[in-house]
T-cell receptor
Framework: AQKVTQAQTEISVVEKEDVTLDCVYE???????LFWYKQPPSGELVFLIR??????QNEISGRYSWNFQKSTSSFNFTITASQVVDSAVYFC??????????????FGGGTRVLVKP | DVKVTQSSRYLVKRTGEKVFLECVQD?????MFWYRQDPGLGLRLIYF???????EKGDIPEGYSVSREKKERFSLILESASTNQTSMYLC?????????????FGPGTRLTVT
């Protein structure tokens, strides 16, 4: 069975500090996708980034960057120079590659980020 | 602008009542999902549907049923609500055929069963 673990339940930082969110996953699939979603106080989850299991190249997109390491089954996410608007709950998720739907997601427990001015 | 809407943001029901949660998407997506969100547990999949009248159980289907009579609409039904079904319920939709497709979420319905 697939499993996603986010060990950090809550992180509090001061604006402009960097924030790194940890995510560790378990899967028997050789092909899979990893996602990060953001849930602001309004409640609606918003897709941020995705990475497939064959591409371990780390990337930067604006203030977001991610570090995917297949050897340690980790998919960590960093917000650089945090802003108050980054305050939200962040979820890491894993997508199965098999099945009729092809994209059932298994979510981690979420990490609440509080950015103080 | 893509949109997933849910019929209520907040709902209060009594134990034993039949509860309907409605979800509508306007993106012509084949897949639709119902999750419940509880603190520390993240989102857990209740049911999903990959076509009209087609459904599959997720990880926690007990106590729930679903209905998909039209492509754009996916309903979650609590046949006899219980207090342990007090939770946030999130609906999502996505294209089909590639596990890379992201899911689009509605704003959620916070259900309280008293």
């Amino acid at each position: 069975a697939q499993k996603v673990t986010q060990a950090q339940t809550e992180i509090s930082v001061v604006e402009k500090e960097d924030v790194t969110l940890d995510c560790v996953y378990e899967t028997r699939d050789t092909t899979y996708y990893l996602f990060w979603y953001k849930q602001p106080p309004s409640g609606e989850l918003v897709f941020l980034i995705r990475r497939n299991s064959f591409d371990e190249q780390n990337e930067i997109s604006g203030r977001y960057s991610w570090n995917f390491q297949k050897s340690t089954s980790s998919f960590n996410f960093t917000i650089t120079a945090s802003q108050v608007v980054d305050s939200a709950v962040y979820f890491c998720a894993l997508s199965e590659a098999e099945g009729a739907a092809g994209n059932k997601l298994t979510f981690g427990g979420g990490t609440r980020v509080l950015v103080k001015p | 602008d893509v949109k997933v809407t849910q019929s209520s943001r907040y709902l209060v029901k009594r134990t034993g009542e039949k509860v309907f949660l409605e979800c509508v998407q306007d993106m012509d997506h084949e897949n639709m999902f119902w999750y419940r969100q509880d603190p520390g547990l993240g989102l857990r999949l209740i049911y999903f549907s990959y076509d009209v009248k087609m459904k599959e159980k997720g990880d926690i289907p007990e106590g729930y049923s679903v209905s998909r009579e039209k492509k754009e609409r996916f309903s979650l039904i609590l046949e006899s609500a219980s207090t342990n079904q007090t939770s946030m319920y999130l609906c999502a939709s996505s294209l089909q055929g590639d596990p890379a497709y992201e899911q689009y979420f509605g704003p959620g319905t916070r259900l309280t069963v008293t």
